[in-house]
């Protein structure tokens, strides 16, 4: 799980996104399309690309097992709309997409969550 480490690339999109006073097109880009790629790996596992057989989650054997590593990669991959990525940035991640709901029904994740979770501004697909 060391390739999700940049996922805060993420949160730096966002701070260009939203925060940053002068917004500069290379720099939002490049945190945009190295997201994407991070997303892409993250497909590429949960798919079983190259194993044959899907997972439910990206770490642990075979079809993977719910840890640590699904609650920290959940918070920034169910915020992917607040991100502005779109429907179509999206559509070549439908495993990372399937992905999203079962860990959201976590007990612990639904204790978890903050009312932005569930706002107006980060609807469910």
């Not at 989650?57 to 918070?75: E, H, M, R």
């Not at 399937?98 to 204790?111: D, S």
């Amino acid at each position: 799980m060391r390739h999700l480490h940049p996922l805060r690339m993420l949160r730096y999109m966002n701070h260009f996104n939203e925060s940053a006073p002068e917004k500069i097109p290379y720099v939002m880009a490049r945190f945009h399309e190295e997201t994407l790629r991070i997303y892409n790996v993250l497909e590429i596992r949960l798919s079983g690309r190259y194993t044959g057989t899907p997972r439910d989650y990206p770490a642990g054997n075979w079809k993977g097992k719910y840890s640590f590593a699904d609650i920290g990669t959940w918070t920034y991959v169910r915020s992917w709309k607040f991100a502005k990525f779109t429907e179509h940035d999206m559509a070549s991640f439908p495993h990372l997409l399937r992905w999203i709901n079962p860990v959201a029904e976590k007990p612990a994740v639904q204790r978890g969550k903050s009312g932005f979770y569930d706002s107006e501004e980060n609807l469910e697909s």
